[in-house]
């Protein structure tokens, strides 16, 4: 099973400024990598896949690099609406598909 | 659109059956290119996947817990479901389905699911 990391697992930021969050996978997982944010209360949503294509309808602000075993997910200036948990999740082992357990991006 | 809408029971007692209906609208579940799969997320932690059904029937179950899960697709409802056996309290959960191309999208809005006695 591969592994996934997440850090930090808190980033306090202020309005405006910008987020960096980490994802590392235990072991290569090629650019075979989504991030999704969750608010409370909701389903999950897509935001990246393939490490760095946005899913459809969402803002250029978000952005995904990385690859390999090291990821990240970027949001260039934070909005109200962006105060949330995000979380990786791997598909390069069809087998079993695992995710991180999340950063929590909250108002600094 | 494509959305997906999860049903079942609510309140499972210790050592029974949870199962869950995922109805699929806005779309054919016969799709090719697509599976479809069901992930849960405990109260307050982090998401599992728990396993997908392709277009074609064939399943995939996360390991540990293969022995309980059972995933069936009902095309003439263009629906899927979930039944996962044998359950004790640390199958408490909310319970999403959605559809997989490697990664999830979209996600139903998710059931929670009590085992209680």
């Known amino acids: 099973e591969i592994v996934m990391t997440q850090s930090p697992a808190t980033l306090s930021v202020s309005p405006g400024e910008r987020a960096t969050l980490s994802c590392r996978a235990s072991?290569?997982?090629?650019?075979?990598l989504a991030w999704y944010q969750q608010k409370p209360g909701q389903a999950p949503r897509l935001l990246i896949y393939?490490?760095?294509t946005r899913a459809t309808g969402i803002p250029a602000r978000f952005s995904g690099s990385g690859s390999g075993t090291e990821f990240t997910l970027t949001i260039s200036s934070l909005q109200s609406e962006d105060f949330a948990v995000y979380y990786c999740?791997?598909?390069?082992?069809?087998?079993?598909?695992?995710f991180g357990p999340g950063t929590k991006v909250d108002i600094k | 659109q494509l959305q997906l809408q999860e049903s079942g029971s609510g309140l499972v007692k210790p050592s029974q059956t949870l199962s869950l209906t995922c109805a699929v609208s806005?779309?054919?579940?016969?799709?090719?290119?697509?599976?479809w799969s069901w992930i849960r997320q405990p109260p307050g932690k982090g998401l599992e996947w728990i396993g997908y059904?392709?277009?074609?029937?064939?399943?995939y179950y996360n390991p540990s817990l293969k022995s309980r899960v059972t995933i069936s697709v009902d095309r003439s409802k263009n629906q899927f479901s979930l039944k996962l056996s044998s359950v004790t309290a640390a199958d408490t959960a909310v319970y999403y389905c959605?559809?997989?191309?490697?990664?999830?999208?979209?996600w139903g809005q998710g059931t929670l699911v009590t085992v209680s006695s």
């Open positions: 959605a559809r997989q191309r490697n990664w999830f999208d979209p």
């Open positions: 806005g779309g054919s579940i016969s799709s090719g290119g697509y599976s």
């Open positions: 059904i392709y277009h074609s029937g064939s399943t």
């Open positions: 072991q290569s997982v090629s650019s075979n």
């Open positions: 393939g490490a760095s």
């Open positions: 999740q791997q598909y390069n082992n069809w087998l079993i598909f695992t």
